[in-house]
Antibody
Framework: QVQLQESGPGVLKPSETLSLTCSVS????????WTWIRQPPGKGLEWIGY???????DYNPSLKSRVRISVDASNNEFSLRLTSVTAADTAVYYC???????????????????WGQGTLVTVSS | QSVLTQPPSVSAAPGQRVTISCSGS????????VSWYQQFPGTAPKLLIY???KRPSGIPDRFSGSKSGTSATLGITGLQSGDEADYYC???????????FGGGTKVTVL
């Protein structure tokens, strides 16, 4: 059973850099795929990006210029870095594992089977 | 504005059946598999359906998923008060190699 736990600062000022860490237990940080998803208060889910094959990444095009996801295998954790935050980045941030199901070449069968409890990050001056 | 379109809310009486639609395009739902998530207030989403129509262990068969063309549907039969939650569809967009979600649907048991 995979367990994930987010950690990081809960409050940031505009223009600062958001840094969150997700500690993983019960899963392989190097062979599994890992993702970050966020949810602004009262709104829906937004996919931020994911890391796979121990270093390859894909990001939401709307955040791509500001986001970076990385893995720290020695500590069995992966991290999110989002630069130049604004109030629009205020959200609950979730880390999750991405499972890849069988699919034909060029087709995606990705889904999120284990989630952290989420951590609220507030951007305010 | 979400890439996938879901109705904001659906409702039905206990024991009845509800369906939640999720509409996309050929670059996302049309060529990729769909998953569904259940979220109660203040908690993390939970995987309900993956691979269009498969249930993880522990998910009752009252929940079902289907896909046709560029749309997907979540069905809940034998509606219970404990099913009151927000439900999200998700898939991948092959053009931008990005995960995408629907805006979410709130299920109310009358």
């Amino acid at each position: 059973q995979v367990q994930l736990q987010e950690s990081g600062p809960g409050v940031l000022k505009p223009s600062e850099t958001l840094s969150l860490t997700c500690s993983v237990s019960g899963g392989s940080i190097t062979t599994d795929y890992w993702t970050w998803i966020r949810q602004p208060p009262g709104k829906g889910l937004e996919w931020i990006g994911y890391i796979y094959n121990f270093g390859s990444t894909d990001y939401n095009p709307s955040l791509k210029s500001r986001v970076r996801i990385s893995v720290d295998a020695s500590n069995n954790e992966f991290s999110l870095r989002l630069t130049s935050v604004t109030a629009a980045d205020t959200a609950v941030y979730y880390c999750a594992r991405v499972k890849v199901g069988p699919a034909y070449s060029g087709t995606y069968n990705n889904y999120f089977d284990s989630w952290g409890q989420g951590t609220l990050v507030t951007v305010s001056s | 504005q979400s890439v996938l379109t879901q109705p904001p809310s659906v409702s039905a009486a206990p024991g009845q059946r509800v369906t939640i639609s999720c509409s996309g395009s050929s670059s996302n739902i049309g060529n990729n598999f769909v998953s569904w998530y259940q979220q109660f207030p203040g908690t993390a989403p939970k995987l309900l359906i993956y691979g269009n129509n498969k249930r993880p262990s522990g998910i009752p068969d009252r929940f079902s998923g289907s896909k046709s063309g560029t749309s997907a549907t979540l069905g809940i039969t034998g509606l219970q008060s404990g099913d009151e939650a927000d439900y999200y569809c998700a898939t991948w967009d092959g053009i931008v190699s990005s995960g995408v979600f629907g805006g979410g649907t709130k299920v109310t048991v009358l």
